[in-house]
Protein backbone atom coordinates (compact mmCIF):
# COMPACT_ATOMS: atom_id res chain seq x y z
CA UNK A 1 0.00 0.00 0.00
CA UNK A 2 1.35 3.68 -0.77
CA UNK A 3 1.62 6.05 1.70
CA UNK A 4 -0.24 9.19 1.35
CA UNK A 5 1.88 12.22 0.22
CA UNK A 6 1.17 14.71 3.61
CA UNK A 7 1.51 17.82 1.18
CA UNK A 8 -1.59 16.62 -1.07
CA UNK A 9 -4.97 16.51 -0.18
CA UNK A 10 -7.15 13.32 -0.30
CA UNK A 11 -8.37 12.52 -3.50
CA UNK A 12 -11.73 14.08 -3.78
CA UNK A 13 -14.90 11.57 -4.52
CA UNK A 14 -15.56 11.96 -8.31
CA UNK A 15 -18.95 11.62 -8.80
CA UNK A 16 -20.93 11.79 -11.58
CA UNK A 17 -20.42 15.88 -12.28
CA UNK A 18 -16.62 15.49 -12.03
CA UNK A 19 -16.13 12.73 -14.68
CA UNK A 20 -18.61 15.03 -16.84
CA UNK A 21 -16.04 17.86 -16.07
CA UNK A 22 -13.00 15.21 -17.09
CA UNK A 23 -14.59 14.31 -20.16
CA UNK A 24 -15.31 17.92 -21.38
CA UNK A 25 -11.76 18.68 -20.49
CA UNK A 26 -10.32 15.72 -22.47
CA UNK A 27 -12.11 16.96 -25.45
CA UNK A 28 -10.56 20.53 -25.03
CA UNK A 29 -8.45 21.31 -22.12
CA UNK A 30 -8.43 25.32 -22.76
CA UNK A 31 -12.43 24.83 -22.99
CA UNK A 32 -13.60 27.85 -21.07
CA UNK A 33 -15.28 27.11 -17.22
CA UNK A 34 -18.43 29.05 -17.72
CA UNK A 35 -19.04 26.77 -21.18
CA UNK A 36 -18.54 23.36 -19.20
CA UNK A 37 -20.51 25.06 -16.66
CA UNK A 38 -23.35 24.97 -18.99
CA UNK A 39 -22.48 21.76 -20.20
CA UNK A 40 -22.37 19.58 -17.06
CA UNK A 41 -25.11 22.17 -15.05
CA UNK A 42 -23.05 24.06 -12.47
CA UNK A 43 -21.62 28.25 -11.85
CA UNK A 44 -18.55 29.10 -13.85
CA UNK A 45 -17.30 29.17 -10.40
CA UNK A 46 -17.95 26.18 -9.13
CA UNK A 47 -16.54 24.35 -12.26
CA UNK A 48 -13.25 26.46 -11.09
CA UNK A 49 -13.06 24.77 -7.79
CA UNK A 50 -13.57 21.90 -9.18
CA UNK A 51 -11.26 21.27 -11.07
CA UNK A 52 -8.68 23.18 -8.63
CA UNK A 53 -9.63 20.13 -6.40
CA UNK A 54 -9.09 17.32 -9.15
CA UNK A 55 -5.97 19.24 -10.20
CA UNK A 56 -4.36 19.77 -6.75
CA UNK A 57 -5.14 16.34 -5.85
CA UNK A 58 -3.31 14.38 -8.23
CA UNK A 59 -6.77 13.03 -10.31
CA UNK A 60 -6.48 15.38 -13.62
CA UNK A 61 -3.59 17.05 -15.01
CA UNK A 62 -3.99 19.81 -17.62
CA UNK A 63 -0.76 19.68 -19.91
CA UNK A 64 -0.22 19.98 -23.72
CA UNK A 65 0.15 16.54 -25.72
CA UNK A 66 2.69 17.48 -28.68
CA UNK A 67 2.83 15.24 -31.44
CA UNK A 68 6.48 13.50 -31.05
CA UNK A 69 6.50 13.75 -35.24
CA UNK A 70 5.91 16.96 -35.23
CA UNK A 71 8.46 18.07 -32.91
CA UNK A 72 11.21 15.75 -34.21
CA UNK A 73 10.58 12.50 -32.52
CA UNK A 74 10.70 10.52 -35.44
CA UNK A 75 11.03 6.82 -33.71
CA UNK A 76 9.12 5.65 -31.09
CA UNK A 77 9.25 2.18 -29.56
CA UNK A 78 7.73 -0.04 -27.24
CA UNK A 79 10.92 -1.63 -24.96
CA UNK A 80 9.60 -5.03 -22.80
CA UNK A 81 12.23 -6.04 -19.90
CA UNK A 82 12.26 -8.69 -18.05
CA UNK A 83 14.07 -7.95 -14.73
CA UNK A 84 16.25 -10.49 -12.22
CA UNK A 85 15.62 -9.17 -8.64
CA UNK A 86 13.53 -5.95 -7.50
CA UNK A 87 11.27 -4.16 -10.26
CA UNK A 88 11.49 -0.97 -8.28
CA UNK A 89 14.82 0.16 -8.92
CA UNK A 90 14.92 -0.64 -12.58
CA UNK A 91 11.52 1.35 -12.95
CA UNK A 92 12.94 4.31 -11.13
CA UNK A 93 16.05 3.98 -13.33
CA UNK A 94 13.78 3.85 -16.42
CA UNK A 95 11.08 6.82 -15.20
CA UNK A 96 14.36 9.36 -15.07
CA UNK A 97 15.80 8.58 -18.54
CA UNK A 98 14.34 11.98 -20.43
CA UNK A 99 13.73 9.64 -23.82
CA UNK A 100 11.32 7.39 -21.76
CA UNK A 101 7.86 8.63 -21.47
CA UNK A 102 5.70 5.66 -20.10
CA UNK A 103 7.52 3.05 -17.15
CA UNK A 104 4.80 0.24 -16.01
CA UNK A 105 5.40 -2.47 -13.71
CA UNK A 106 3.54 -5.65 -15.49
CA UNK A 107 2.49 -9.30 -15.00
CA UNK A 108 2.85 -12.23 -17.55
CA UNK A 109 6.15 -12.86 -19.81
CA UNK A 110 7.48 -8.58 -18.97
CA UNK A 111 8.10 -7.27 -15.72
CA UNK A 112 8.73 -3.94 -17.07
CA UNK A 113 7.15 -1.54 -20.52
CA UNK A 114 8.54 1.51 -21.44
CA UNK A 115 7.68 3.72 -24.41
CA UNK A 116 10.69 5.49 -25.67
CA UNK A 117 10.70 8.68 -27.95
CA UNK A 118 14.07 9.73 -29.87
CA UNK A 119 14.74 11.48 -32.98
CA UNK A 120 16.52 8.50 -35.01
CA UNK A 121 17.40 4.79 -34.90
CA UNK A 122 20.65 6.01 -33.74
CA UNK A 123 19.77 7.44 -30.60
CA UNK A 124 17.08 4.75 -30.14
CA UNK A 125 20.07 1.99 -30.43
CA UNK A 126 21.97 4.50 -27.91
CA UNK A 127 19.17 4.27 -25.21
CA UNK A 128 18.77 0.33 -25.72
CA UNK A 129 22.37 -0.61 -25.98
CA UNK A 130 23.98 1.84 -23.95
CA UNK A 131 21.65 2.73 -20.71
CA UNK A 132 18.73 -0.04 -20.40
CA UNK A 133 20.27 -2.61 -20.87
CA UNK A 134 23.16 -1.70 -18.80
CA UNK A 135 20.63 -1.01 -16.07
CA UNK A 136 21.52 -3.70 -12.97
CA UNK A 137 19.20 -6.06 -12.95
CA UNK A 138 17.85 -5.88 -16.92
CA UNK A 139 17.96 -9.76 -17.87
CA UNK A 140 16.59 -8.74 -21.40
CA UNK A 141 14.91 -5.88 -22.88
CA UNK A 142 13.23 -6.67 -26.44
CA UNK A 143 12.50 -3.87 -28.54
CA UNK A 144 9.19 -3.10 -30.24
CA UNK A 145 9.52 -0.09 -32.93
CA UNK A 146 6.28 1.67 -33.54
CA UNK A 147 5.58 1.66 -37.45
CA UNK A 148 2.71 3.52 -37.67
CA UNK A 149 0.62 5.20 -34.67
CA UNK A 150 -3.52 4.01 -35.19
CA UNK A 151 -4.61 5.50 -31.97
CA UNK A 152 -3.91 7.06 -29.06
CA UNK A 153 -6.49 8.58 -26.70
CA UNK A 154 -6.43 10.71 -23.72
CA UNK A 155 -10.59 9.34 -23.12
CA UNK A 156 -10.30 7.10 -20.50
CA UNK A 157 -11.27 7.96 -16.72
CA UNK A 158 -14.81 8.90 -18.24
CA UNK A 159 -16.31 5.64 -19.31
CA UNK A 160 -17.72 4.90 -16.75
CA UNK A 161 -17.62 2.22 -14.44
Not at 8 to 20: F, G, L, N, T, W
Not at 85 to 102: H, K
Request: hydrophobic share 40%; with cysteine.
Amino acid sequence: MQSQDPNRPAPPVVDEISKQIIAQLQEDGRRPYATIGKAVGLSEAAVRQRVQRLSDSGVIQIVAVADPLQVGLLRQAMVAITVDGPLDPVADALAEMDEIEYVVLCAGRFDVLCEVLCADDEALLDVISNRIRTLPGVRTAETLVYLKLRKQSYQWGTHGG
